[in-house]
């Protein structure tokens, strides 16, 4: 097997530091070896400590005494959660399901790649959230929308695939605590609406028993239509009888080919997708049909927010998309089921490299809430250009709603105002509202690639994001520190290299592209390189409002009222230029060139300056890389060397189109009369 | 048979005009009755006489005398030409040749059509231009680029298409004159290189068969790599003797199969295609070799001089893509075979709505030359925006290269010192260098809708383009009302009306899109629709280099130097900004929006005076199209008016794009104080 394609389960020979001996048998005690989840996480210790240290496993016996791993069945060890904890040369691995044997093992299995003694360790883990998932885009032709690492792996030809890449896909999604995937586009068309018909039902469930070997429910993205598309009622209005028959039918249908199935996300009323809005319905009724005939089958429901008028007219300064997911949503709070779960984006446009926190977290008080992150680059490079993106979940994770807490319009910001369980983390992992449904998903990044995610460097978001959601509480820097260490090399020089290049990388992107939160200026559809008026006059909500004398969209109480659609102090710090985030200053403002940030610098200066550091960053970044020649896995660097060099021309252009056109609006010159056009 | 179906030959019931009687019988003297030609040229006499008359033709025999058409052959009649004069009761038509008998044929129906009365005619009329050729784009898998009226007719998922459809067209085609049809286009890929092999060959012929049948040629557009793609050797040179045999073999082969084939039409090292240069060969060198090689079978190499790079940095402002075709091949004159004739747009850019006529008229002195245009509307307006554009051809052919004269440092301009024979009609008729291999091509307009075009009224151009190849001394206007009285109606209302809708239609259109001659500011790739920066950075090379002082190319002396390469006084006029004509203002200067123009306005305030009026003009004509309801058929008021409010909303759309963008780079106010956002 090829290591390149093994990502961070590349098992790699490495110092055995102690371990040997620790790792040379397992025993297992309350667990039956036959469940598919005890069976793969055997076979994966065993494969891993082949790999690494050379040693095949013993698998010893039940009640035998010594040195090793010995896995033991434990009630009291939270659901999905393990602690291992190294005893008199015995690594006692804990849990009181299947899920955290695996989980623990993928642990272990870690430290060991990462050349850490087992000796007295010590360490009790559960998940933070109670969902983590992994969304993928991939439509039944085996195209995948917004992909940048080949086609899917999942079908082909409007076929469903499974086979070993399913598995080794299910490997590295469960060893960083994955245990939802969704494996259709949520714009689901042409074949995909047949996915729960019997033509795919027999693959389905072939696939989500494989799924469930590791831990991981499968879940479909469906079509609000389907009832009309599959050709039963010609409607799919959630209140009609025979609507609802259609779909009990139906969903027992599925259920009993695909019993492990986990549920249904679904993309309503949205860029042209149909929804309950067509018949007068809410969100909520449209949700609940469905969240009442999955409940038999202990299914859930993952409803998205990304709702929002696409064919607005750009001289309209009133509609604003940011408003959109709030506006339409939070009317409805408390009307959902509780396996109805609000799939909302981190930010309220759409995955720009910088946007404030969506308004929805937190003032939603009564209803099932999940945070969706991409890490599928769209609007952060295609995987041509590094972008580590786990700072910004870590961002929005922190993020302090403010909601629910009474002192909030006199809040101060300090820890003994604002810790009242209401940041993001707090509330989508079910410590606000004590809701078991709630989580973190991404849209994936993966795809048919050898390498799973084009750019080597993209594998640290695959892995990145799975790991912040088990363990919100690591940090962007520890995160990358276990991937490089896994995937690329434990030798230092690399360790620092790289993990500096990661954590720089999406402050370097930021400063090459759009500025100070305005976001887009994208080439439209394609979302990879420079247009800065590319948005400016479309359908779609995107503007940046650029004239000869100013930028941003004003979003304040005199705009178009978004910031206040925070709860305070967020809503007032938004609402003024002088306490807004800089780096969100042209999101919530329109402000003249002039105006002078904080830095004392003006707003064209910095826009002339961030884009020239940012090149020259990315300058830096590929010297650095060069250094590695010989310290990483050839194809590796050669991998990333050839996306470095991509990544350079992108920010180059970027510089260029961004200075120039700006100078070309306003006509004020660089003050260090750099190269513009 | 569908009226609607028919474009200008669907022959309705006319007043007869005392016509009856001279169109009821028929004689041929001097032609052979089974010559296909005059088959069907007698079929479409007696069709149209039926239709329009509701008589019956009687075909007399030779000798008999009486009242009647008399067709004869006379060889003092100018080939393709012919003569037709009415002498006591007997229309006779004399010709030297087939194609002049079904030229005078549908010359006769024409006037018939338009209840005018053949008695006292005495018309002589031949081709001003040797070659009049519609060029279709069209991909065998039945797309066509550029195409906006459906599918394919000849194409249908890589199946050559033969059937009533293709007489039809040929009908149309030859009843203007048209007497060459290149079917597949320029850029030929995939199944398109195939035409040339065995699987195609077949029906090839038959299609050159019914096309000569009404005098047209069938030509092939060519891929110069050919050789490769099909196996031959790895190489495409022209100097190289593998290469030669290769293609020697080859054209034997189609000629054996396509007898009537006219030739080749190539597009080499344009836009991706490969050509001589590869090769480090000449244009000339590529063109030779394949003329050699067609000559012994009577054919052509058509060579298009669309060669530029397009992959220009837009940050480079030397480099002009304006100058390319002029640079490329003005050094080759006098090189290339008297069977290949250089094909060479009307403009130096790519068909905008307003561009100068390209240098290489004229300064080419010892090469044949033929002008390109198109009527598929691919920037202006897609047929769905009526865009009539015979004027623009008109002008084209009525530019004095100044070429040749030997004053023409001092021309003054007028009559005596330009009648040099060196307008762009006297190079292209053969009239300059006294050649046969010369003419006007259009890429054509139509595709598998029922009405030809897509809109109605493109009609017009179809039509019109083919009136003027054989008729350059036609005005506008008349080829206009032709067109009207014989597709849509002879009542006076109508025919004055959408004679005025044509006849503004071009300046309309240009009002409302780019101003003064700067062309492109359309949605990258579409091409329909604004988008003022949309092509600005792109790679290109089409670039208006507006700022907030100003906007224009500089082509003069001090710029790329593109406006020396006219003959003078075209030269000198273009590089001074007070001489140049206005409507080219932009494309030869660059200059500030306060510049005032001989209106006395400034350009800015002409730019927001010329979007409101464009869009006011639009809806001018649809108040007079709607008066048109019920005296014209109904399926044409329903297209026009569907047609009218999607060019209405476009015109909206630009006017505001373009209006918006400009106020918003330089902050100079409308003066009448109108919506600009």
């Known amino acids: 097997m090829e290591k390149w394609t093994q990502g961070w389960l590349a098992y790699r020979p490495v110092k055995e530091a102690g371990n040997a001996q620790l790792a040379g048998s397992m025993k297992l005690t309350g667990f039956d070896r036959e469940h598919p989840i005890v069976q793969n996480a055997v076979s994966e210790f065993c494969r891993g400590i082949k790999g690494m240290l050379g040693i095949s496993t013993v698998l010893a016996c039940s009640g035998e005494p010594g040195k090793g791993v010995s896995v033991e069945r434990r009630q009291e060890i939270p659901a999905e959660g393990y602690h291992i904890q190294e005893t008199g040369g015995v690594v006692n691995l804990y849990a009181s399901d299947e ?28 998940p933070d ?32 695939l499974v086979n070993e890449r399913t598995r080794d896909y299910c490997r590295l999604a469960a060893s960083v605590g994955i245990n939802g995937v969704v494996i259709n586009n949520v714009n689901v068309k042409e074949a995909a609406t047949w996915l729960i018909t019997e033509r795919y039902l027999g693959q389905l469930g072939k696939m989500a028993e494989l799924f469930a070997g590791y831990g991981i429910r499968l879940f479909l993205s469906l079509n609000f239509a389907a009832p009309i598309e599959l050709g039963g009622p010609d409607s799919a209005d959630p209140f009609d009888g025979k609507v609802t028959d259609w779909w009990r039918q139906k969903i027992a249908q599925v259920y009993e080919a695909v019993p492990e199935l986990g549920g249904f996300l679904v993309k309503a009323d949205s860029e042209g997708r149909p929804g309950p809005f067509t018949y007068g319905r809410t969100q909520a009724d449209g949700a609940n049909m469905l969240a009442d005939l999955v409940r038999p089958y202990g299914g859930i429901i993952l409803w998205r927010c990304f709702v929002y008028n696409c064919t607005q007219d750009w001289r309209d300064t009133k509609t604003d998309r940011a408003r959109a997911a709030y506006d339409n949503f939070i009317g ?41 992150v991409q890490i599928a680059q769209e609007y952060t490079g295609h995987q041509i250009d590094v972008c580590y993106l786990v700072p910004m979940f870590k961002e929005a994770l922190d993020f302090n709603t403010c ?13 003994a105002c604002c810790d009242k369980r209401s940041t993001v983390a707090d509330v989508v992992s079910g410590r606000t509202m004590h809701n078991r449904n709630a989580g973190l998903c991404a849209v994936c990044n993966t795809g048919s690639d050898e390498n799973w995610t084009g750019n080597d460097l993209a594998g640290a978001n695959f892995y990145g994001f799975g790991r912040l959601a088990y363990d919100t509480g690591l940090t962007a820097a520890e995160i990358a520190e276990e991937w490089i260490r896994l995937a690329l090399s434990n030798d230092r020089e690399v360790v620092d290299t790289v993990r500096r290049i990661l954590l720089t990388s999406r402050e370097t992107y930021e400063k090459y592209t759009s500025p100070l939160g305005i976001g887009w200026m994208v080439t439209p ?26 930028i941003g969209v004003d979003r304040t109480k005199q705009g178009t009222g978004y910031a206040q659609q925070y709860a305070n102090p967020n809503a007032s710090l938004y609402d003024c230029a002088e306490t807004c985030p800089e780096e969100l200053l042209l999101f919530f403002h329109h402000l003249p060139y002039q105006y002078r940030l904080r830095s004392g610098k003006t707003i064209i200066q910095h826009i002339y300056d961030s884009h020239f550091e940012g090149v020259e960053e990315v300058e830096e970044m590929i010297a650095c890389w060069k250094k590695l020649a010989g310290k990483v896995e050839e194809r590796t660097f050669e991998n990333v060397s050839e996306r470095f060099a991509r990544q350079l021309e992108n920010a180059r252009e970027w510089r260029d189109q961004v200075n120039t056109c700006f100078y070309r609006k306003c006509g004020i010159p660089d003050e260090k009369g750099r190269q513009i056009y």
């Open 129 to 160: 959230n109670p969902l983590r998932m992994y969304d993928h885009w991939d439509n039944l032709d085996g195209s995948i929308e917004r992909g940048y690492s080949g086609n899917s792996f999942f079908f082909q030809d409007n076929k469903i």
């Open 332 to 372: 409805t709070d408390g009307d959902y089921r509780d396996n109805v779960i609000l799939q909302i984006k981190n930010g309220p446009m759409d995955f720009q490299i910088r946007e404030p926190v969506s308004p929805l977290f937190g003032a939603l008080q009564k209803t099932n809430q999940m945070l969706e």
């Open 525 to 550: 559809m394609l979302h990879y390189g420079p247009s800065v008026d590319g948005y400016e006059y479309s359908r779609w909500g995107t503007y940046h409002r650029a004239d000869w004398q100013g």
């Open 403 to 415: 909601a629910g807490c009474p002192s909030r319009n006199t809040c101060t910001g300090d820890a």
């Open 99 to 126: 899920a955290g044997i695996l989980y623990g093992i993928f642990h272990i299995l870690r430290l060991i790649a990462m050349e850490e003694a087992l000796a007295g360790i010590d360490a009790a883990c559960r």
